[in-house]
Structures are given as structure tokens and as C-alpha cells.
């Protein structure tokens, strides 16, 4: 099955600052890379996502970049807000979770 | 505008105990899947199900059991309940997409289950 990869686990930035979250994967079929973000005590919600037909895609102060060819792909959060911290996942395919990475946010 | 419903929110079972968690969906999606999510393993899936009578095995399958008689419900029992299955539970649903898979996965709020 499909080996998903996703670092840092943890990420502490200075509010304003940039956040990478970075994740591998093995099934070079995926054709789906989603990111969920989940807070506390909630269900995950998806945030961005990308087909492989796109090499990156940009909504207001996230984007997602994809590099097939490596297999990974990547959640950029410029400008950070206390508001971002929380745990995000990524689901290639929607078929296996990444073991998540909590960002948190310094005010 | 309901989204994906999930009963109960909060659970404590003995071992050995059966139950069953709920979940219902008013979106018309095809697709529903559980997940169980535990600390530092992000969400691991348990079954899934591609519409009414189809129902597949997922990661972890062992010690729980499910069916798809309608397109809106997907509940996932518990036969015999083991302090191993203490987790978070939480159940999704998704538009398939022919050979693309899923689409956007929508999440319920997850059911606590406590095993002692």
C-alpha cells in the first residue's frame, strides 16, 4: 500500500512568519494531494488541494506545490495568524494520512 | 445543512461489550469511510464504502464490522469491544470521481470511545 511521510511532526513559527510542511509519498498513480487541517475537537476540513496536472496552486496566504517526479508535495503558509494553529494532514488520494504536523503560531 | 452527522459523540464501553457508532450524511455522496485516529498516527482507515451495498476493508478492518443499506448511513460495530479500539472515531463522506478517486472529504465531529 501506499507509504505516506509527512514532516516536521511539530512547528513552532513567529506570528507573521512562513510554515512548510512538507510530504512524501510512494504510489506514483496518485493523482489527488489534498491537506486537511483539523482543530481542536473538530473533524479535519480540507484546505487546499491539487491534481497532478499542476505543478502549484495559491488560495490568498496558502498553496500547495507538487513535484510528481519526487513525490512530494508541500503546504506553504505565508504570513501566519495565531488562528492557523492546529494539526494539518496530508491524504494523497484520500487513501492514507500522513501522521500529521501541529503548527503552532506565537502571537 | 447538516454535513456528515456522527452519533455518539462520547462513549465508555467494558470489554467485551458490543455497540455501534453512527453515521449519516445528507450530501448524496457516494463514497463514506471510517477512520480511527490515535496520537501520533494520524487517521488510519478502518472501512470505506463506494455506495449502498458495497463495502470494503481499509487499513486497520480487524474487529469491526460494517454495512451500506442506503446511501445516506454508514454505521461501524463494534462486536466485541477491546481496550485496544480506545480512539477517536470519525467518519467521512466524499463524491467519487471515476478513475480520480475522491473529492473534497468531509468529516464528521468524531465519536469518543473509551474501552476499559
Known amino acids: 500500500g501506499e507509504n505516506v511521510e509527512q514532516h516536521p511532526s511539530t512547528l513552532s513559527v513567529q506570528e507573521g512568519d512562513s510554515a512548510v510542511i512538507k510530504c512524501t509519498y510512494s504510489d506514483s498513480a496518485s493523482n489527488y494531494f489534498p491537506w486537511y487541517k483539523q482543530e481542536l475537537g473538530k473533524g479535519p476540513q480540507l484546505i487546499i488541494d491539487?491534481?497532478?496536472?499542476?505543478g502549484e496552486k495559491k488560495d490568498q496566504r496558502i498553496a500547495v506545490t507538487l513535484n510528481k517526479t519526487a513525490k512530494h508535495f508541500s503546504l506553504h503558509i505565508t504570513e501566519t495568524q495565531p488562528e492557523d494553529s492546529a494539526v494539518y494532514f496530508c491524504a494523497p488520494r484520500n487513501m492514507r494520512f500522513g501522521a500529521g504536523t501541529r503548527l503552532t503560531v506565537k502571537p | 445543512n447538516a454535513g456528515v452527522t456522527q452519533t455518539p459523540k462520547f462513549q465508555v464501553l467494558k470489554t467485551g461489550q458490543s455497540m455501534t457508532l453512527q453515521c449519516a450524511q445528507d450530501m448524496n455522496h457516494e463514497y463514506m469511510s471510517w477512520y480511527r485516529q490515535d496520537p501520533g498516527m494520524g487517521l488510519r482507515l478502518i472501512h470505506y464504502s463506494v455506495g449502498a451495498g458495497i463495502t470494503d476493508q481499509g487499513e486497520v478492518p480487524n474487529g469491526y464490522n460494517v454495512s451500506r443499506s442506503t446511501t445516506e448511513d454508514f454505521p461501524l460495530r463494534l462486536l466485541s469491544a477491546a481496550p485496544s479500539q480506545t480512539s477517536v472515531y470519525f467518519c467521512?463522506?466524499?463524491?467519487?470521481?471515476?478513475?480520480?478517486?475522491?473529492?473534497?472529504?468531509?468529516f464528521g465531529e468524531g465519536s469518543r470511545l473509551t474501552v476499559l
Open positions: 467521512a463522506s466524499a463524491w467519487l470521481l471515476g478513475t480520480s478517486g475522491t473529492g473534497e472529504l468531509f
Open positions: 491539487i491534481r497532478s496536472n499542476v
